[in-house]
Each structure stands twice: as structure tokens, then as C-alpha cells.
């Protein structure tokens, strides 16, 4: 006899995550129940997920969406909903691990890497358009927060009200897929957070991986060329980067700088404690040949001032047969769905729960991971949903909105998984609303509700932009 929890799901949530592969990932941790309970392992792991779908709602209100159904095929006085007692203690039985094996099953581009929007450089030199970057996410503020994550960070003079984790994240430019992340106290750097992921072997040959100045060392070039990728990465206006050669689109070859640190194999000649710093000589030997493109880029609002912004990039593409500087400046646009994508996790996935709501260090974990989850299930759904468009062949996935995919999956939580066909209602409701023509905007970058946001929007209304990109002209090397 079938029990009626087992009929229980997230809707269509239910398509991308069959019951049997949760079991399995719930036995494989050792998380089974071992008696019958009101919430058993897998109905706990659709709790925790169900939080993210109602970002704001306490427990009990997630309960009753999560029993929607049964508590209508039962009897709304029959059934009895748990209690959020229960919910908190199966939440602490279910621990971090099986929504980590979860999320890690789930990881990935989530389209055809020969897909519309995946490649960059047509199908000679295809490369998988990636994008790396980093946030930060509040945690609750408890002392077993405080000492696992640290204190609250300093703003200016004044003190944080919360402690704060770091996370960066590895997405498919295509379909902001995260194809891996790592995440740890805000005191862990992005730049390990990176080294972690290049360990695990997400970035790996036949990626261009786009990236921010941040990323611009000579360390973190050396770990993306080490794994066999290619980059695009802004530098800074202080990197050194004098031209070596000219190439006939205006860019130029360069040499990216050592670090200034001497090696292991320089330290025989420490005197004392110091060891002599690197010469501008041993720095530009041990360097790494790069590509130096510049730009400026004209920015054209419908409202405000035009403003201008010089861009510098450096890439390990130094054909430029291959990849012309123009080329080049344009594919860094992509850049920008890391950020889209961060907005898609803290804005309209995260809503109003500003602070993840766990009081200790495991269910940080747990939660963060079934945000992660939910994030990357919205994302699967709008891939497939562009991928099976019954109007548009090879659909663009970012012409599929994500609040609309994320609201159509919501609404089914709570129905019944063996009765419709839920993922493919979603898809239909999807379908029957106007695709999107992405048009280049612009908004402010600083946090809002501060004096510099106000002023930033002042200066620089969010709207629709025109941009003009005009890349450095050759030159003549003297001799």
C-alpha cells in the first residue's frame, strides 16, 4: 500500500528530481529514518527547499504550502501537519550532506555545449563561454555563527550587524548554470575560494573563463592556463603590462609580470630573516605572455550624461585571426551574467530573507546548499524550456525569464507529482508569455539605500543604454 507521504513533492520540482535518486542520496549519507516520523528524511529534504520557494514565510506556513494537496485529498480536519518543533529537529537529522551530494549531482551547464549562447568563436575554435566571480551572504547572528563564520565585518567606522560567508561561484555564461562552487568564512579570500574550484577540476580545457580585475594576477592566469583553459580578463590600471609586439587589430603582446616574491629556489640567498625580493628582470622571465586588448566604451543613456570607460583586457588567445580585439571586447560583456545570475540568487530567489535563517554552522550549510539547489533547478527548467520551445528552434535560454520559470514552478509546490505532468505546465505557461529581447542596461553598482546610490542614480538613472566600443589602433614600436 502506497503511504501518502510518498505521494508527496515540489510539483514540478518532481520532473528534475525523481524520488528514487533523493532516496539513494539520503541512504548513501546515512540520513534514513529509522522509525516512521511525520516528516521522514525525504519529505524533510522538500522542506528545506520548500524554504527557498517561500523566502519570508516561517515554518508553519511553509508546511501548510508543502501539505497543500494532501491536506485536500485527506481532509483538512483529518490531517495533521507537523509541528515546527518537528520540523526544526528533522532539519537537524537530515545534516548538510545529502543537499551537498545533491547539489554536486546537479552541477553543470545544464545545455548542449554546441547550444545557442554557449560558444564563443564559431565551431573552429568553440570555446565554452564561462564566468567566475564571488558574493556574500549574510548568516544569522549566533555565537556558534561568530566563531565558525567570524564577526560581524567592519563597515567604515561602524560594525556589521551580521556575520558574513563568501561564495563564488563557476557558471555557463549560456544558461548561468553553476557548474561548480565554493564557499567558506568571509575571511577566505575569493582568489582560495577560485584555487579551490581550479583544484576540483571545474575549469578545464575548452572554456574561456571571463573575469573581473580581481582576477588579474599572475597566480590566478597561471592556474587557469595550468588546467588548459583560456581567459579574458580586465586588469587593473596599475598592472605593468609594457607591449612587446604589435598585432594588426590594435592589440598587443605582453608579458605578465611574476610576482615579485622570490621562489623556494631562491631562497638559499636569504640574509636573515629577509629574503631578496624578485627584479623587474627574473619577473619579466618567469612571466607569462599575454594578449593586451584596449578599449573605451561610450555609454549613452536614455536619461543622464554620457559618460566614457577605458577597458584594458588580457587573454590567452594571441591569434588575432582567432579572436579580434573588437571580438574580444564584446565577448566581456558576457562577464556580466555572473552578476545577472548573483541576481537572480539574492534578489528574486532570496527575496526578503535577507539572513539565512540557521542558528548554527551545519545549518548554515544545509541552507545555503538548498539555495544553491533551488537556483540551479529554476536554471535547469529555463534551459529545457528553451531548448523544447514548440515556436523557436535553438532558442537563446536568456530570451526565458527567470522570475517567470521561478513563479510557474512555485505555483505547482504542493500538488500532487503522479497525477499531471507538472514540468511540462510550467513549460506551457513559460511558453504563453512574450520572450524577452535583451537590450544592454545600465544601474548603479553601489548598495542601495546608501548617500552613494542616491547619488549614482542621480548622476546615472538605471535605464537602457547605447554602447560604443572603440579599440586602441595599431601602433609602431620604436626601436
Known amino acids: 500500500m502506497v503511504h501518502p507521504l510518498d505521494r508527496l513533492g515540489l510539483g514540478a520540482v518532481g520532473d528534475l528530481l525523481p524520488a528514487r535518486l533523493l532516496d539513494d542520496m539520503i541512504d548513501r549519507c546515512g540520513r534514513r529514518q529509522q522509525r516512521v516520523r511525520a516528516l521522514p528524511a525525504r519529505v524533510t529534504l522538500y522542506f528545506t527547499l520548500a524554504l527557498w520557494f517561500y523566502p519570508g514565510k516561517g515554518y508553519a506556513e511553509v508546511l501548510l504550502e508543502l501539505f497543500r494537496q494532501l491536506r485536500r485529498d485527506i481532509g483538512i480536519g483529518q490531517f495533521r501537519v507537523p509541528t515546527v518543533s518537528a520540523a526544526v529537529k528533522a532539519r537537524r537529522r537530515l545534516g548538510r550532506e545529502p543537499l551537498q551530494m545533491l547539489f554536486r549531482s546537479l552541477c553543470g551547464t545544464?545545455?548542449?555545449?554546441?547550444?545557442?549562447?554557449?560558444?564563443?568563436?564559431?565551431?573552429?575554435?568553440?570555446?565554452?563561454?564561462?564566468?567566475?566571480?564571488?558574493?556574500?551572504?549574510?548568516?544569522?547572528d549566533t555565537s556558534a555563527n561568530r566563531a565558525a563564520f567570524g564577526e560581524p565585518p567592519r563597515n567604515g567606522k561602524a560594525v556589521g550587524r551580521y556575520p558574513k560567508i563568501r561564495l563564488v561561484t563557476l557558471i555557463a555564461s549560456g544558461t548561468r548554470a553553476i557548474i561548480d562552487a565554493a564557499w567558506g568564512p568571509l575571511s577566505t579570500g575569493e582568489l582560495s575560494l577560485m584555487e579551490k574550484l581550479v583544484r576540483r577540476g571545474a575549469i578545464r580545457p575548452g572554456m574561456i573563463v571571463l573575469a573581473d580585475r580581481y582576477y588579474c594576477g599572475h597566480p590566478q592566469v597561471a592556474q587557469v592556463v595550468a588546467a588548459g583553459a583560456d581567459l579574458l580578463f580586465r586588469a587593473t590600471s596599475t598592472r605593468v603590462l609594457p607591449p612587446v609586439r604589435e598585432l594588426p587589430d590594435g592589440s598587443y603582446l605582453s608579458v605578465l609580470l611574476a610576482p615579485n616574491l622570490p621562489t623556494k629556489g631562491d631562497r638559499h640567498r636569504a640574509i636573515g630573516d629577509r629574503c631578496p625580493r624578485l627584479g623587474i628582470k627574473k619577473r619579466r622571465e618567469r612571466g607569462m605572455l599575454v594578449r593586451v586588448v584596449e578599449a573605451e566604451i561610450t555609454v549613452v543613456p536614455e536619461q543622464g550624461e554620457t559618460r566614457c570607460e577605458s577597458y584594458r583586457l588580457i587573454t590567452t588567445l594571441l591569434d588575432p585571426d582567432v579572436a579580434s580585439a573588437r571580438d574580444l571586447v564584446t565577448l566581456y560583456h558576457q562577464r556580466w551574467e555572473s552578476e545577472v545570475g548573483f541576481a537572480d540568487l539574492k534578489t528574486y530567489l532570496r527575496g526578503g530573507q535577507s539572513v539565512l535563517r540557521s542558528q548554527s554552522p551545519d545549518g548554515v550549510a544545509q541552507e545555503l546548499y538548498a539555495l544553491l539547489v533551488v537556483y540551479q533547478l529554476v536554471q535547469i527548467a529555463r534551459a529545457r524550456?528553451?531548448?523544447?520551445?514548440?515556436?523557436?528552434?535553438?532558442?537563446?535560454?536568456?530570451?526565458?525569464?527567470?522570475?517567470?520559470?521561478?513563479?510557474?514552478?512555485?505555483?505547482?509546490?504542493?500538488?500532487?507529482?503522479?497525477?499531471?505532468?507538472?514540468?511540462?505546465?510550467?513549460?506551457?505557461?513559460?511558453?504563453?508569455?512574450?520572450?524577452?529581447?535583451?537590450?544592454?542596461?545600465?544601474?548603479?553598482?553601489?548598495?542601495?539605500?546608501?548617500?552613494?546610490?542616491?547619488?549614482?542614480?542621480?548622476?546615472?538613472?538605471?535605464?537602457?543604454?547605447?554602447?560604443?566600443?572603440?579599440?586602441?589602433?595599431?601602433?609602431?614600436?620604436?626601436?
Not at 388 to 412: E, G, K, N, Q
Not at 429 to 435: N, Y
Request: charged residues 25%.
Open 385 to 479: 524550456a528553451a531548448r523544447d520551445h514548440p515556436a523557436h528552434d535553438h532558442l537563446d535560454p536568456d530570451r526565458i525569464s527567470f522570475t517567470v520559470v521561478l513563479r510557474a514552478i512555485i505555483r505547482t509546490v504542493g500538488e500532487d507529482t503522479g497525477t499531471s505532468r507538472l514540468l511540462h505546465d510550467v513549460f506551457k505557461e513559460v511558453w504563453s508569455q512574450p520572450l524577452l529581447d535583451r537590450r544592454s542596461r545600465a544601474k548603479p553598482h553601489e548598495l542601495k539605500g546608501t548617500p552613494a546610490f542616491a547619488r549614482a542614480v542621480a548622476s546615472s538613472p538605471p535605464g537602457r543604454i547605447t554602447l560604443k566600443i572603440a579599440t586602441r589602433r595599431p601602433q609602431v614600436l620604436e626601436a
Open 110 to 140: 545544464q545545455a548542449d555545449q554546441l547550444g545557442p549562447g554557449m560558444m564563443a568563436f564559431g565551431r573552429t575554435v568553440a570555446l565554452l563561454k564561462v564566468s567566475v566571480d564571488g558574493t556574500s551572504l549574510d548568516v544569522a
